[in-house]
T-cell receptor
Framework: AQKVTQAQTEISVVEKEDVTLDCVYE???????LFWYKQPPSGELVFLIR??????QNEISGRYSWNFQKSTSSFNFTITASQVVDSAVYFC??????????????FGDGTTLTVKP | DAEITQSPRHKITETGRQVTLACHQT?????MFWYRQDLGHGLRLIHY???????NKGEVSDGYSVSRSNTEDLPLTLESAASSQTSVYFC???????????FGDGTRLSIL
């Protein structure tokens, strides 16, 4: 069965600090997809990034970076020089390609990030 | 631009009533999903559909039903609303299992 664990329920940092959000997943599929979504205080869910299981390249997009390590089943998200606008709930999600669960995503419980000015 | 819309955005109703939440997407996606979001539980899958006439139960499907008569719509029905179903409901769609889900803005449902 697929499972996503975001062990950090809440994180609070001061603006300009770097912060890493952890995501650990479990799956038996050899092909799967990982996602990060952001839910700001306004409530909408916004897709941030997608990674497939056969591409372990790290990704950087501005202040955001993602570290995917199959050896530790982790897909961690780092925000560099955090800003108040980064305050949100962040969800990690997993979608399997071939199992009976294929086609639907399992979401972690989310990490609430608060960035204080 | 393609979009996914939910209606109503807010609803208050009484226990025992039947409630239907609408979800309409113009992405032409085959996959559609309904989630509920409660504090401390993240997003929990209620029902999902991989195409017209296809519906499947998610992890918290008791008390809910869906139907898929066309590609664009997946209405969620609470047959007899209960206070435990007070929640924020999100509809989502995706092109296929490898692609991210596009979410509606959510429906805040209060059952008194």
């Amino acid at each position: 069965a697929q499972k996503v664990t975001q062990a950090q329920t809440e994180i609070s940092v001061v603006e300009k600090e770097d912060v890493t959000l952890d995501c650990v997943y479990e799956t038996r599929d050899t092909t799967y997809y990982l996602f990060w979504y952001k839910q700001p205080p306004s409530g909408e869910l916004v897709f941030l990034i997608r990674r497939n299981s056969f591409d372990e390249q790290n990704e950087i997009s501005g202040r955001y970076s993602w570290n995917f390590q199959k050896s530790t089943s982790s897909f961690n998200f780092t925000i560099t020089a955090s800003q108040v606008v980064d305050s949100a709930v962040y969800f990690c999600a997993l979608s399997e390609a071939f199992s009976t669960n294929a086609g639907k995503s399992t979401f972690g419980d989310g990490t609430t990030l608060t960035v204080k000015p | 631009d393609a979009e996914i819309t939910q209606s109503p955005r807010h609803k208050i109703t009484e226990t025992g009533r039947q409630v239907t939440l609408a979800c309409h997407q113009t992405w032409n996606h085959n996959n559609m999903f309904w989630y509920r979001q409660d504090l401390g539980h993240g997003l929990r899958l209620i029902h999902y559909s991989y195409g017209v006439q296809d519906t499947n139960k998610g992890e918290v499907s008791d008390g809910y039903s869906v139907s898929r008569s066309n590609t664009e719509d997946l209405p969620l029905t609470l047959e007899s609303a209960a206070s435990s179903q007070t929640s924020v409901y999100f509809c989502a769609s995706s092109e296929d299992r490898s692609q991210p889900q596009h979410f509606g803005d959510g429906t805040r449902l209060s059952i008194l």
